[in-house]
Each structure stands twice: as C-alpha cells, then as structure tokens.
C-alpha cells in the first residue's frame, strides 16, 4: 500500500488537502452525498476507479473522520459507507468546486458517462432561482430505478434520495444520460418521452419548467437519433476489500399529452 502523501504546511488549505487532496477522495465524497452506499454501489459510481484504490481511499477517509461504515440489519444485512458530520460539511465545498468546474471544457473523448449522483449533484450546483421564479413544484424522479424527490419553492431547491408523499409531477428514465439530455443538451421533454423509454406525468408544463432551471456554462452536445436506452444498473454486489482485508470502521415548454403516460396505479407513491 503507498504511503499518503501530507503537505508539510500549517496553511488551512494544506490541511484540508491532507485529508482529501488525493485523487478520487472528493469524488467519493460525492457519491455519498446523496446518502450511504453499498461499497459496489461506489464502484459503479466511479467505474474508472480500481477497486484497489477505492479501498484505499475509503480507508483513508475513515482514518479522517470523514466517512464511516456501518452495517445495516434486516432484511438486507449489508455494509455500507456514510458521511460524517464532518464529511457532511464538504458539501457546500463540492458545490463551489462544480461550479468553478462547470466553466471548464468538457472531456475531448467524451466516452465517460455522469454517474446517478453526480448528474443529481450537477443540479443541486447549477440550480438557478431566477430562472425558477415563483416555480412551485414537487417532483418525483426515478433515474435508472434510483428514487429522488425534488421541491421547488420560493426560488429554493431541494433534492434528495426518497419519495415525495404526493407529488405534482413525474419524471422516469431509462439512465442518466437521459436526464442529463434534458437538462443540459437542450433536449425537449416531449421528444424524449416519445424516443426513449422515458415516462413524465402529472403537470408536465411546470416539469419541463423546472428543466430549464439549471443552466450549463458549458453545455453538452445535442442528443443524437434515438438508440435504444441501456439497461439499468445491475444489482450485483461487488466484494468489499474493506471486509474481506478485515478492516472496520419555447415549444420546449409545451404541455405534452398523448406522449405521456400517467402512472397506473401500482406507481402511485403513497409515502409509504
């Protein structure tokens, strides 16, 4: 195992990178905003991460009181990684961080896709109150079977893993690249209800408003022709290192109508 790399500077800046200064740590640190993850949720998250250096950075950050993990009991016994209190309060130090990064180009490659969180975190960071005006909407978000609600109220947003009790509106994709269309690629919400497996429903004219509320300094190329969406993310758990090593711790706007298919009645949230 390398030995981690420290700033030998009292600076606050180098202490605060002592802790999440190497790569990747913040971006677990993203991943887990939203709420504690299965270590193979992680890695899905973050595809392009060995498993060894996940492992390593998860202990890491829980040698820094910034991440824990705890095992959760029945019906699903199972290990998961969580925020601190002191993790919890990187959060507005990522929003500034995407924010500053947002003006950035995006990779030449373009091969590497947002995770779930971080497309969810891109609009906690690029939520705009002026755009949203005297907006007023619950939302209910299903993005490749992983449940969100949205509140917009009062030039305010809030987003966070759940269910809404009842909600206004409904918005259901295949994956986030969908999502990410829509908000950022200028796709119309009525034209990717019809091409993909993508379903909106309730008051779907102040859906596609709450849409145009997070503006991109620099925006993603425009979808191409449809291709048929990929499959959900798959529920295998990976191997936790961690556990096995022994370690403990405009027109755009218009109302769409026979494109979109209300929920039946088995898809009605209940809050439950």
Not at 97 to 126: H, I, K, N, Y
Not at 141 to 150: H, K, P, T, Y
């Amino acid at each position: 195992m390398s030995k981690k790399r420290l700033f030998d500077d009292p600076c606050g800046i180098a202490r605060a990178l002592n802790a999440v200064g190497e790569r990747w740590a913040l971006l677990v640190v993203r991943e887990l905003v939203f709420g504690p993850k299965r270590y193979s949720d992680l890695h899905r998250g973050l595809p392009q991460m060995s498993q060894n250096v996940l492992a390593q950075r998860l202990r890491e950050l829980e040698a820094d009181g910034l991440v824990r993990r705890k095992r959760l009991g029945p019906p699903a016994p199972a290990a998961v990684y969580e925020l601190t209190e002191r993790g919890e309060e990187l959060e507005p130090v990522l929003r500034a961080l995407a924010q500053w990064g947002s003006r950035a180009p995006l990779p030449e490659d373009g091969a590497a896709e947002l995770s779930v969180d971080a497309l969810l975190f891109a609009l906690r960071a690029t939520f705009d109150p002026a755009l949203a005006g005297e907006l007023s909407l619950r939302c209910q978000l299903d993005v490749a079977g992983d449940r969100f609600r949205i509140t917009v109220a009062g030039g305010r947003l809030e987003l966070d893993r759940g269910e809404h009790a009842a909600p206004d509106a409904w918005l259901t994709v295949p994956e986030a690249a969908t999502l990410r269309d829509l908000v950022f690629a200028g796709a119309a919400l009525h034209d990717v209800v019809e091409r993909a497996d993508t379903e909106a429903a309730g008051d779907t004219s102040r859906l596609a408003r709450l849409l145009h509320c997070f503006p991109a300094a620099v925006r993603y190329p425009a979808p191409q022709d449809p291709a048929s969406p990929g499959p959900g993310s798959p529920n295998a758990e990976l191997p936790d290192p961690a556990v096995s090593a022994g370690v403990v711790g405009g027109e755009r706007d218009a109302p769409i109508t026979a494109a979109v298919r209300a929920p039946d009645a088995g898809n009605v949230l209940d809050g439950s």
